[in-house]
Each structure stands twice: as structure tokens, then as C-alpha cells.
């Protein structure tokens, strides 16, 4: 699985667009991009997923390069909920159940207001 | 209310004991995962199933074990074998549809005695 690297921490006031790289400069071709988040003591939520250029849905972008090999996630508008710790991950994503998901230490951003 | 149960919330365990944390889930999902978190980490891969009956290790499967007689459960029991167990355990769930994400537990503290 492809190795990524994020900032440990970031600080964002309320209200403003908050984005977050990450690097992964070996990147498989089959590889995907999938973001999640942390809050304490709960499990991890799926927040977006994309291959190449532009993702967006309700609550995030993702934007990744022709390159690929780095990616951002974007939240706008952030509020003091959005206080979390945001994994980047790469890698395969199975038919069959068998992907292994790799959690590094994540990027934990502080909301401030 | 379809989702993934753990239970318990917090467990205890007495030096030398088994203890098995239940996860459940009712998404109808083929596969199922179970992650370790160490406090300020990001999460380590136990063991997964890909299928009923059927299992494969993880990245850290020394001193933990695990079985898939039903769709819906995959408990998972630490050992007196795993001799630092006090962690963060999540399970997940997956569907094999292209490109589904896992879906995450609330978790189970477990704390040693």
C-alpha cells in the first residue's frame, strides 16, 4: 500500500475553508483516494473518495492532481465540529473484501472560534 | 436502523484472562475487520474476513483470535497471549460492491487490570 504523509496538526478558525494535503507520491495505478474522520473515542467516518481531478459532495472536495501523487482535501465553511482527527489513505479498494486499509497518524485540526 | 454494534463500551481484563468484544452489524456486509488504536495512532489492522467461515491475519494478529460463524458477527477475543491489550478496538464492515468504503463500530476501550 502507498505510503502518505500529512501534517500532524492544523489550526483553522470557524468559519473559514480549511485544506488539507496529502502525499503519496507511490501511488499505484489502481489506487484510490479515501478520507476519513475521527472523532474521540468513535470509529472513523468515510468522508470522500475520488481517483483524479475533482470530488465533491456535501460535506467535502477532494482535489487530486494529474500527477496523483499528492491529494487535498478541502472543508468549507469550517465549525467547531469539524474538531477531528482526518486520515488519508490509498489503496486498492477490493471486490472481495481482502483490501487492508493503512491508517497513518492522521492530521488532527483544531477549530478555533 | 441498520449500522455496526459494539459492545461492551469499556472492558476490563484481569492479568492472564480471555475476554471477547462483540461486533455486529445488520448492512447485510460479506466482509468484516478488526483494527487496534493506540492512543495519538492511527489504526493497525487485527484480522478481517472476507466471507463466513473464512479469515484471514492482520498486520498484528499475535495474541488475538477470532471466528465468523454468521454474516452478521465477528467476534474477536484477546488472549492472555497479547501481552499489552489495553487499546482502542474498532470493527468494520464492507460490502463487496466496487468501491464501497468500510463503515466503522462506536468502539470498545479495553483496559487491564
Known amino acids: 500500500l502507498a505510503k502518505t504523509t500529512q501534517p500532524i496538526s492544523m489550526d483553522s478558525y470557524e468559519g473559514q475553508e480549511v485544506n488539507i494535503t496529502c502525499s503519496h507520491n507511490n501511488i499505484a495505478t489502481n489506487d484510490y483516494i479515501t478520507w476519513y474522520q475521527q472523532f474521540p473515542s468513535q470509529g472513523p467516518r468515510f468522508i470522500i473518495q475520488?481517483?483524479?481531478t475533482k470530488v465533491t459532495n456535501e460535506v467535502a472536495s477532494l482535489f487530486i492532481p494529474a500527477d496523483r501523487k499528492s491529494s487535498t482535501l478541502s472543508l468549507p465553511r469550517v465549525s467547531l465540529s469539524d474538531t477531528a482527527v482526518y486520515y488519508c489513505l490509498v489503496g486498492t479498494i477490493s471486490n472481495f473484501g481482502n483490501e487492508k486499509l493503512t491508517f497513518g497518524t492522521g492530521t488532527r485540526l483544531t477549530i478555533i472560534p | 436502523d441498520g449500522g455496526i454494534t459494539q459492545s461492551p463500551k469499556y472492558l476490563f481484563r484481569k492479568e492472564g484472562q480471555n475476554v471477547t468484544l462483540s461486533c455486529e452489524q445488520n448492512l447485510n456486509h460479506d466482509a468484516m475487520y478488526w483494527y487496534r488504536q493506540d492512543p495519538g495512532q492511527g489504526l493497525r489492522l487485527i484480522y478481517y474476513s472476507q466471507i463466513v467461515n473464512d479469515f484471514q491475519k492482520g498486520d498484528i494478529a499475535e495474541g488475538y483470535s477470532v471466528s465468523r460463524e454468521k454474516k452478521e458477527s465477528f467476534p474477536l477475543t484477546v488472549t492472555s497471549a497479547q501481552k499489552n491489550p489495553t487499546a482502542f478496538y474498532l470493527c468494520?464492515?464492507?460490502?463487496?460492491?466496487?468501491?464501497?468504503?468500510?463503515?466503522f463500530g462506536p468502539g470498545t476501550r479495553l483496559l487491564v487490570l
Open positions: 468494520a464492515s464492507k460490502s463487496h460492491e466496487a468501491r464501497e468504503t468500510q463503515y
Open positions: 475520488g481517483y483524479k
